[in-house]
């Protein structure tokens, strides 16, 4: 804390943390402190968040819609990839904190800041993915952490620090967990869900209804592909953020993109996570139905096997690296042909795939077919299967003569 910084810019939501940081940064470095907020479909009143960074003493405060941005540059080329990590989360908060963090990097160009900051603890992921893409973006910027250095310990010493600073508390009772919210997802952790034996409770859900109260007649829609991305719902071409906002609202509808799980933070940690993704769950699935009939076997198994990895960089905040930007044009190369429509059945927390079709399909009834066919010389497996169990019998014969022919 001891370096020199100028004029600091930071990631402000208006909640109790970072106002309290604002105020704490001013009052440690005695230098402006920019507040920057990006709005990525969380629901915050904007115009609130403007007045309260203005009263808690910002010089400036930059409010960006990212929604657009957000879906169309981050969350459809994750899901070009059929990115999940460990097998359940779909990434949400992974894929907001990078172009939060750029947002950051150029409102610090446009007033001159040489430091950035952030509301993140010490123990979560979303320091490193802040850090790491600032690094990325402008290496000579000074990263501050309050979390990591100050002398507060948790909520109590918040309040205490902002009544002092005449900085409005809540009154309402604080929420027994911690929750982030974008156009993609909804996450929870913390507080009463570290319990990982006990259900969570059916109240904190916000963006669908549970299974067992959504509608008893399934909900059919048609979602259209051109490249891998999502452009029309039942026809109706969409703008990738009001494409996603209409499939959050038919998901949650009926029951769609619950996830409880248990994580492995890159941190070193595990910790539970509770998720509800409506949108992003139907995506995955129908991008995934629309890939079944138009890509190649051996590049659909070849993707297959770089999806784990390039999530796993995505989790830990690698979205600016090299390897990943590699891994991308990969990746995007495969979809050109990715074009079609995709028929899925909605209900009580099922996705259900009930067609698909493409120009570019790859599937033709002629050689499936279990009728007669002119394409197909079924005689020919026979020296298929011989070849490819060539190496298995010559192993059983080998283990045979060393055995005495036994």
């Not at 952030?118 to 000074?142: C, I, S, W």
């Not at 409770?201 to 963006?207: G, N, R, Y």
Request: charged share 30%; hydrophobic share 40%.
């Amino acid at each position: 804390m001891n370096e020199k910084v100028e004029k600091i810019v930071l990631a402000y939501s208006g909640g109790l943390d970072t106002s309290v940081i604002l105020a704490w940064l001013k009052d440690t470095y005695q230098c402006p402190v920019i507040a920057y907020a990006g709005d990525v479909g969380q629901g915050d009143d904007m115009a609130e968040v403007r007045e309260k960074a203005m009263a808690t003493g910002a010089e400036e405060i930059v409010i960006d819609d990212l929604k657009e941005e957000f879906v169309r540059d981050f969350v459809f080329p994750a899901l070009r990839a059929d990115a999940i990590y460990e097998s359940n989360y779909l990434l949400g908060t992974s894929l907001a904190r990078p172009l939060i963090a750029r947002g950051q990097v150029e409102a610090a160009r446009r007033f001159g800041a040489d430091a950035v900051s952030h509301g993140a603890t010490g123990k979560g992921n979303d320091q490193v993915r802040f850090e790491l893409a600032y690094m990325a973006l402008e290496p000579d910027l000074k990263i501050i952490a309050p979390w990591r250095i100050w002398s507060f310990k948790g909520r109590e010493d918040l309040m205490e620090y902002a009544r002092s600073k005449n900085i409005p508390v809540p009154v309402t009772k604080a929420k027994p967990y911690s929750s982030d919210s974008n156009l993609l997802h909804i996450s929870f952790e913390g507080g009463i869900l570290e319990d990982t034996w006990k259900e969570p409770p059916e109240d904190i859900f916000v963006m669908s209804t549970s299974p067992e109260e959504a509608p008893d007649k399934a909900t059919y829609i048609e979602i259209e592909y051109k490249n891998g991305d999502p452009t029309a719902i039942d026809g109706a071409e969409l703008s990738p953020a009001k494409l996603l906002a209409r499939l959050n609202e038919l998901g949650g509808r009926n029951g769609i993109g619950r996830v409880d799980m248990v994580e492995n933070r890159f941190v070193g940690m595990k910790s539970r996570g509770i998720y509800e993704t409506p949108g992003g769950t139907i995506l995955r699935i129908a991008h995934m139905a629309m890939e079944s009939i138009t890509l190649d076997r051996e590049v659909a198994h070849l993707k297959e096997e770089l999806v784990p990895r390039y999530a796993e960089m995505i989790y830990y905040g690698y979205w600016y690296a090299p390897e990943r930007q590699m891994l991308q044009t990969l990746i995007d190369e495969t979809q050109k042909r990715v074009n079609g429509l995709v028929r899925l059945k909605l209900y009580k927390g099922n996705c259900t795939v009930v067609g698909r079709k493409s120009d570019f399909s790859l599937y033709d009834p002629d050689f499936a077919t279990f009728e007669s066919d002119e394409v197909y010389n079924q005689q020919d497996a026979e020296g298929f299967i011989r070849l490819a169990g060539l190496r298995l019998k010559i192993a059983r014969l080998l283990e045979r003569k060393q055995n005495g022919g036994r």
